[in-house]
């Protein structure tokens, strides 16, 4: 397990950037890859897309998906044209693949779930609109895949912000923070992806 702060797999991010290095598409790709492999025949995907990278990894997940004739539904509470570039890029593919969206959940749980309403970077409670979804969602019980952290846990503290997802499985990129790497209940399996970046080419982005 790669071991790195919040503030550390930020530089890592800004200098894969700086290279020209596509992360989003190598994580939502890795994403639908790994949850391909788990997903009963003929069964639903539902993903959830939040309105930071976190989404947008959700979005290239959904594509993939969709590219091997699953049946995908999106979840995209907030407004596309407020997504941040690179995210606001990977609904645009969604579009253009044939995808469509809704803004609330679904009346009947599917077969699973890909949590990427948010990621590392949430630092503050919950607001009760996206706590609300958070409990329907784990009220489900369907099988859950978290990219990064399960939406509602602070990767920064591995504290609550309300209560979080209750994840089958996450899937961290890149590496692990600290608060997270002793394990919490809500992580079920704990998986990592490097995204292709060595451990060289890690300890020189951070180096530098």
Known sequence: MAIYSVAQLRRIERRAAQEGLDLMARAG????????????AGGNVLVLAGPGNNGGD????????????????VVLPGDPARLPP???????IWREAGGRERSDL??????????????????RPLESDWQAMIDT???????????????GLSAATGQPLGRALQARW???FIGTPPALAAGQPCLGEHHECDLGLSARWRAQALAD
């Open 29 to 40: 790709r890795a994403a639908a890859d790994f949850l391909a492999a788990r997903l009963p």
């Open 58 to 73: 959700a979005l290239v997940a959904a594509t993939w998906l969709q590219r091997q004739g699953r049946a995908v539904e």
């Open 86 to 92: 690179d995210a606001r890029l990977a609904y645009a």
């Open 106 to 123: 679904p009346a009947a749980a599917p077969a699973m779930v890909v949590d990427g309403l948010f990621g590392i970077g949430l630092n």
């Open 137 to 151: 969602v784990n009220a489900w019980r369907a099988p859950v895949l978290a990219l990064d952290v399960p939406s």
């Open 170 to 172: 996450t899937l961290s």
